[in-house]
């Protein structure tokens, strides 16, 4: 028990001179305070791996959620691909159109396609589909085998 007490003295001692000590240093962090904050700052950024910031660069770039959104909707959009001239049927299903005419066509036996929608208005011939492709390798095996359709149009 009394080493105890004398662990628990000696670190009451200790902390009491650590108390000290910031008392000390308390008045000289206020009196240099700018010189102080660079110190800390470039000791964060150091420990954080961080690059110093340098006087006369440029800032990093900040972001705003517009540019954002419009970021989102240009990756979304390299999901997506037109096919204009298939022959449109009333009470089609889209999706599985465009499938089986991937797989027909093609020779693509799953190109992940998310959905197929006709888009336009219904004048003077089929409207073009829009394929929204669940992942970019789809679409690339499309495209890699469009070379197959070359003399096949009606045209």
């Not at 909707?73 to 499938?99: C, D, F, S, Y």
């Amino acid at each position: 028990m009394e080493k105890i007490v004398t662990a628990v003295a000696e670190q009451k001692g200790e902390v009491q001179n650590l108390g000290e000590k910031v008392e000390i240093l308390i008045p000289h962090f206020q009196q240099n305070e700018s010189s102080c904050s660079r110190h800390l700052s470039i000791r964060c950024n150091h420990m954080l791996r961080l690059p110093r910031p340098r006087s006369g660069r440029q800032t990093p770039r900040t972001v705003t959620l517009e540019q954002e959104k419009e970021r989102a909707a240009r990756q979304r959009k390299l999901l997506n691909l037109r096919i204009a001239g298939l022959v449109e049927h009333p009470e089609e299903v889209t999706k599985e159109v465009v499938i089986s005419f991937f797989r027909e066509q093609l020779n693509i036996v799953d190109p992940g396609v998310d959905s197929a929608t006709r888009v336009g208005r219904n004048e003077n011939g089929p409207r073009t589909i829009l394929v929204r492709f669940s992942s970019g390798a789809g679409r690339a095996s499309v495209l890699a085998n469009r070379s197959t359709l070359k003399g096949q149009g009606s045209d």
